[in-house]
């Protein structure tokens, strides 16, 4: 059974740099699809991007001049970095992971953590 | 980017009776090729990630309760919950899968009556 956990600052200044990290336990980050999702506090869910097999990648158009996905396969570790933060990028980062083949269903999450811009 | 509107945005349903709820794509997402429509629903509980429960409109994720069941083809999708149960209060979005970049619906909020 995969676990993901994401962590890192809790609160980031505005036109800061927002960085989080998705620690996969039970089983490889290889060969599968993950993805960083969001949802700002009582609000719905929007996909950030994804990155298969430690390059490929494709991110949001409205926030892809400012993301990048990285993979640590030594680590077991997905990264997000968003610069240029503001309070509209407050939310609850979640990791999730698809499948070998498909990145577009999100089977496991991560519990989320939430990040806050201010300040 | 594909939009995804869902509806209502709040319900009540006594326990034991149908909950329904409805989402539109702003295109269609039914894949003529395959004739498979690119539509997932996932419910949230308070506090917790989301969780897949359908996709491709109708397949239901392993483990899920039969209870859940999605239905409709190109714009037009409904999930139903035949049998309400005191566990299945959640906010529930849609999603579609047809394109990138991948949308969700803004949730709809499920409670007991």
């Known amino acids: 059974q995969v676990h993901l956990q994401e962590s890192g600052p809790g609160l980031v200044k505005p036109s800061g740099t927002l960085s989080l990290t998705c620690t996969v336990s039970?089983?490889?980050?290889?060969?599968?699809?993950w993805s960083w999702i969001r949802q700002p506090p009582g609000r719905g869910l929007e996909w950030i991007g994804y990155i298969y097999y430690r390059r490929d990648t494709y991110y949001n158009p409205s926030l892809k001049s400012r993301v990048t996905i990285s993979a640590d396969t030594s680590e077991n570790q997905l990264s997000l970095k968003l610069n240029s933060v503001t309070a509209a990028d407050t939310a609850v980062y979640y990791c999730a992971r698809s499948t070998e083949t498909r990145s577009d269903l999100f089977h496991d999450w991560g519990q989320g953590t939430l990040v806050t811009v201010s300040s | 980017d594909i939009v995804m509107t869902q509806s209502p945005d709040s319900l009540a349903v006594s326990l034991g009776e149908r909950a329904t709820i409805t989402c539109k794509s702003s295109?269609?997402?039914?894949?003529?090729?395959?004739?498979?429509?690119?539509l997932a629903w996932y419910q949230q509980k308070p506090g917790q990630p989301p969780k897949l429960l359908i996709y491709?409109?109708?397949t239901r994720e392993s483990g899920v309760p039969d209870r859940f069941s999605g239905s409709g083809s190109g714009t037009d999708f409904t999930l139903t919950i035949s049998r309400l149960q005191a566990e299945d209060v959640a906010v529930y979005y849609c999603q579609q899968y047809y394109d990138t970049p991948y949308t969700f619906g803004q949730g709809t909020k499920l409670e007991i009556k």
């Open positions: 491709w409109a109708s």
């Open positions: 295109q269609s997402v039914l894949y003529s090729s395959n004739n498979l429509n690119f």
């Open positions: 039970g089983g490889s980050i290889n060969n599968f699809y």
